[in-house]
């Protein structure tokens, strides 16, 4: 089959786009506004976009709480979801009105980050402590903006829980990454297997 995205003729139940760009890493994302209020929400349009500087990107379908207070104060966290927060990450999503905490929401602990004024979910095995770059908002091919804000952040800091690690590197069979599929669906990412790069003789 084939369709145009113009018209979106895809005669199928539901709009495949997403499940076809999957699995999805879920951003986690811990804020505070100006005001002090606190939010914790996930965006499955998410992901690390370069390692030198360490950089990762959410992308906020409008100007939702976690966009609004990473305008404000200039950071937020990214929180590690694990299998066995699966769960409460998905309780954090509930669409609850500003100002109210989602770790209290979601029975999560809360901490405060060690380098920036945002705080963090204390029981994923792993954070991302960031700092604001920039935010733009995409163009069509039309030019006009898309629904989308884009909020990239630099890392500053990284906790890692010594649980996962094994032999020098973070053992994904403990750490049980959890990504976003297509529709309401999920994948868990413990299942692991290693290819090496090919070489080429010059």
Known sequence: MFYTTDSNRHGLAHDPFKAIVSP???GWIGSKGRDGSINLAPYSFFNAVADR???VMFSSAGRKHSQRNAAETGVFTCNFVSRNLAEKMNLSSAPLP???NEFDFACL???QAELIDAPYVG???AVLECRVTEI???KTLSGAPSENVLVFGEV????????IVRDGRLDMAIARPVARMGYMDYSEGSD???MLRPRVEA
């Open 53 to 55: 500087p360490k950089l």
């Open 24 to 26: 999805r890493p879920i």
């Open 109 to 111: 602990t809360q901490k």
């Open 192 to 194: 692991v297997f290693e």
């Open 98 to 100: 500003y100002g109210t």
């Open 136 to 138: 733009i908002e995409p």
């Open 156 to 163: 500053v800091g990284i906790h890692i829980d010594e649980a």
């Open 123 to 125: 029981e994923a095995f």
